[in-house]
């Protein structure tokens, strides 16, 4: 997005992308960018849209929808993450 998106816009991604949400970093267009691939947890959508990310390499960057290139987390991805059931903790 190069302006500032509309409230109806904001809401939309709000929606779409609820804290929890577990995303996968295709792309993006900071130095600091975690490599691609690298999973995170959607943290907050701000007024401006951005989606605030906990990247699991430890990386707290924003992800800008429509400049950034980025994925929901597939089941098959989901699964991986969980521990097989009768594991001991």
């Known amino acids: ?8 816009q904001v809401e939309y991604i709000r929606e779409r ?3 929890g949400t577990r995303l996968v ?19 907050y959508v701000d007024d401006a849209g951005q989606i605030g990310v906990r990247w699991d390499s430890g990386s ?3 992800l ?3 400049v950034d ?17 009768g594991a001991e903790r």
């Open 69 to 85: 290139s980025f994925s929901r987390e597939s089941a098959q991805e989901k699964n991986k993450l969980r521990r097989p059931q």
């Open 25 to 43: 970093l295709h792309a993006m267009e900071d130095p600091q960018a975690p490599p691609p691939g690298t999973g995170g947890t959607v943290v």
């Open 17 to 19: 992308y609820p804290a």
């Open 1 to 8: 997005m190069n302006r500032m998106p509309s409230k109806e």
């Open 60 to 62: 707290s960057l924003a």
């Open 64 to 66: 800008i929808p429509g």
